[in-house]
């Protein structure tokens, strides 16, 4: 009987590379990795049904499109993305903001109100910081050019807010150094930063605040997550578990070739050092797959959805995820 072909559509990711070059294969599947795209780009072309059987995904996507009974997808507990999100917000030192707390009331930039960069920023700002965001002005669009970012299809609010689709002639980032926006946050830094000299992040030190932010919270955000098309794994539902495994195994290898003490493959002066202090932050897992090593990292996330009007209830973690024995 011959393998089970699919193709995945993922980032040039270290995590996944044993998969792209076929040294590790999930058991009874030839899985075709398809040329690397942007994350937005692959999110929009799965929801466009544009044929990926497998796709990195936007969790905050899946978890509304599921909630809503819209999604044609299943999801995978694994987790292409995980990313704090301390650093990305930044500021016009001009607008006289000091404290977390001066963001209320202000015009944010954001690329999606409703990404999931965006959701777990204001989830922190809100239960970190007592930020009371109920009166900001969003001014959604993209940050590094003038329109949109992406073409998102996610559920609509549930409830009204103030946002603002950027229509001008010019980026996020522009709006920034203009003045026009007294801040920003998402899922990508602002080109200006480090080069316009009113532009600085609210948390100078952002090292240190996140690693403190996940010793005391033992949160570490994930952003995107992995879906499969319901008719593929409905037809073929032993497809998860292999799939799962190989994943595992993919990150494992990447995770030694990254700690190997040899000639690095990485172009990161300290990266031993970095490896060390991972290893004794995280107990030697910084990006662990699976729902009962992320069962509060994904309940706080539906959380912030819910309590942001993004979906109607929260769903139970087996409602999101399909049952991989891990």
Not at 69 to 96: D, E, M, Q, W, Y
Request: hydrophobic share 40%; charged share 25%; net charge neutral.
């Amino acid at each position: 009987m011959s393998n089970l072909k699919l193709t995945l559509a993922i980032g040039p990711y270290d995590r996944m590379e044993a998969l792209r070059t076929g040294e590790v294969t999930p058991a009874g599947i030839d899985l075709h990795v398809l040329p690397s795209m942007g994350p937005r780009e692959i999110f929009d072309r799965v929801m466009s049904n544009e044929g990926f059987d497998i796709a990195e995904f936007s969790s905050s996507e899946h978890i509304s499109n599921t909630v809503a009974g819209t999604s044609p997808h299943v999801a995978l507990p694994v987790f292409p993305s995980r990313v704090f999100r301390h650093g990305f917000i930044v500021l016009n030192r001009k607008k006289g903001i000091k404290s977390p707390k001066d963001l209320a009331g202000r015009r944010i930039g954001v690329q999606l109100y409703t990404m999931t960069a965006a959701v777990w920023i204001r989830g922190m700002l809100e239960d970190d910081h007592g930020v009371d965001l109920s009166d900001v002005t969003w001014v959604q669009g993209a940050v590094a050019s003038a329109g949109s970012h992406g073409s998102p299809k996610p559920p609509p609010l549930l409830k009204p807010i103030k946002l603002e689709i950027n229509k001008s002639d010019r980026s996020l980032d522009q709006l920034l150094c203009d003045g026009e926006i007294d801040a920003y946050l998402g899922a990508q830094l602002p080109p200006s930063l480090g080069k316009h000299p009113d532009l600085v992040r609210l948390f100078p030190d952002v090292r240190a605040t996140e690693r403190e932010y996940y010793q005391r919270t033992a949160l570490h955000p994930i952003m995107h997550l992995l879906v499969i098309r319901r008719p593929v794994f409905d037809q073929n539902p032993w497809i998860a578990k292999p799939l799962y495994q190989a994943f595992v195994e993919a990150k494992s290898r990447a995770w030694k070739q990254l700690s190997f003490t040899g000639a690095s493959k990485v172009m990161l002066p300290w990266v031993y050092d970095d490896v060390e202090e991972i290893n004794r932050v995280f107990g030697g897992e910084p990006f662990a797959y699976g729902l009962e090593p992320n069962r509060k990292t994904l309940e706080t996330l539906t959380g912030y959805l819910h309590r942001h009007d993004m979906i109607a209830r929260k769903p139970t973690l087996e409602e999101l995820f399909v049952d991989v024995g891990a």
